[in-house]
């Protein structure tokens, strides 16, 4: 039997596995959703959905497979959701904006991946796959096009169920991820709009190291990050004591919870995260809300159910409603068992329509 708990080496070793447990996994369409023909569209809110975002996924049994989107937007459609929000096409992101975030070098390798037989973006975990650079650069306009949205008034909230890839790097691909679409929004955010103070929350079973670490020295990008002890999972990082360096110190929060911790420990530990961003005043919300700390999940070990996401995404609209003229953005980052991230992802919406 393989063993998953391995803080520090890769995620190769679980593929084969977890593909197993996925396949494996029927889709259950939940009935209990409310029902939207009483009650009219939000248009303060924007999902992103369509093709080209559905293409960011791993072939051959791979956990992110291209399913993923279409598991969530069947179970949205079962609760009305679909008729509750205004619903926005994907967009491919331009080089120039990659670049924002990621270095040229890195840009150029994903863009000659398949034409240079490159089998891997990283070491072992990120696959190439066909159209892999322009399915990634989806991701990344996505996450713009919602910025533009929101900047210009046309909406206050989106939610982008493909998105949140936060283990990349600015110099490279890891974990599963291939460009860091919360990245190159943080570099947007600043440098197109002059938002200064952006809070970044993160609530995926993993650490988000791709953006913790990129701001570590930042004092300006504020982190809440609630997730399992690296020390049993990959990346292997997000210990308490991380709480920023230089002038940045104290600006970040990493909450990381035991194996087997469920929505007690996280409600325990909410507290903390609402804390932390009140003393700092963000003017702009972004929402890592991954599915995969869902009771079930084949690479993690936590125990949640869809209520956590339901009580984080409440909470972060009415911060931001506070702090923010209500400017938040979700993102739905990991989540492998296509049941859990389906009703979790639906959970931010209801409460991004609600809130």
Same mark, same amino acid.
């Given at each position: 039997m393989i063993d998953r708990r391995s803080g520090t080496g890769s995620r190769? @070793?679980?593929?084969?596995?977890?593909?197993?447990?996925?396949?494996?996994?029927?889709?259950?369409?939940?009935?209990?959703?409310?029902?939207?023909?009483?009650?009219t569209m939000n248009t303060q809110v924007g999902?992103?959905?369509?093709?080209?975002?559905?293409?960011?996924g791993f072939p051959a049994g791979h956990?992110?497979?291209?399913?993923?989107?279409?598991?969530?937007?069947? @179970?949205?459609?079962?609760?009305?959701?679909?008729?509750?929000?205004h619903t926005y096409a994907p967009r491919i992101a331009t080089r120039d904006e990659i670049l924002r975030f990621h270095s040229e070098a890195h840009v150029q390798r994903v863009a000659q991946a398949e034409s240079q037989g490159l089998e891997f973006l990283d070491q072992v975990d990120t696959p190439v796959f066909p159209g892999v650079f322009e399915a990634s650069a989806t991701v990344v306009g996505s996450a713009l096009d919602g910025l533009e949205r929101i900047a210009s008034g046309g909406c206050r909230r989106t939610f982008q169920p493909i998105g949140g890839l936060h283990h990349a790097r600015r110099d490279?691909?890891?974990?599963?991820?291939?460009?860091?679409?919360?990245?190159?929004?943080? @570099?947007t955010l600043r440098a197109k709009y002059s938002?200064?103070?952006?809070?970044?929350?993160?609530?995926?079973?993993h650490h988000g190291d791709g953006v913790f670490y990129a701001y570590e020295r930042d004092p300006d990008v504020i982190v809440a990050d609630i997730h399992e002890d690296g020390r049993y999972l990959y990346p292997g990082t997000g210990r308490a004591e991380e709480t920023g360096k230089g002038n940045a110190a104290g600006t970040k929060l990493n909450i990381p919870l035991a194996p087997g911790a469920g929505d007690k420990e996280f409600l325990d530990a909410w507290p903390r995260v609402v804390a932390h961003l009140r003393q700092f005043k963000p003017q702009f919300f972004l929402f890592q809300a991954g599915a995969?700390?869902?009771e079930g999940d084949p690479l993690a070990h936590l125990r949640y159910s869809p209520q956590v996401h339901a009580h984080a995404a409440?909470?972060?609209?009415?911060?931001?409603?506070?702090?923010a003229d209500g400017r938040i953005m979700g993102f739905g980052g990991g989540g492998y068992k296509r049941e859990n991230l389906s009703k979790a992802w639906c959970e931010v919406v209801r409460e991004f329509v609600d809130s």
């Open positions: 190769r @070793e679980f593929l084969l596995a977890a593909a197993t447990a996925v396949a494996g996994t029927a889709l259950h369409l939940s009935g209990n959703g409310r029902a939207a023909d009483k009650r999902l992103y959905y369509g093709d080209a975002l559905a293409r960011y956990p992110l497979g291209a399913d993923r989107q279409g598991a969530f937007w069947r @179970e949205a459609v079962t609760r009305g959701l679909d008729r509750r929000v490279g691909s890891a974990g599963f991820c291939v460009f860091n679409d919360l990245g190159v929004a943080i @570099e938002v200064q103070r952006i809070a970044y929350v993160d609530i995926d079973v995969d700390g869902l409440r909470s972060l609209c009415h911060l931001a409603d506070q702090f």
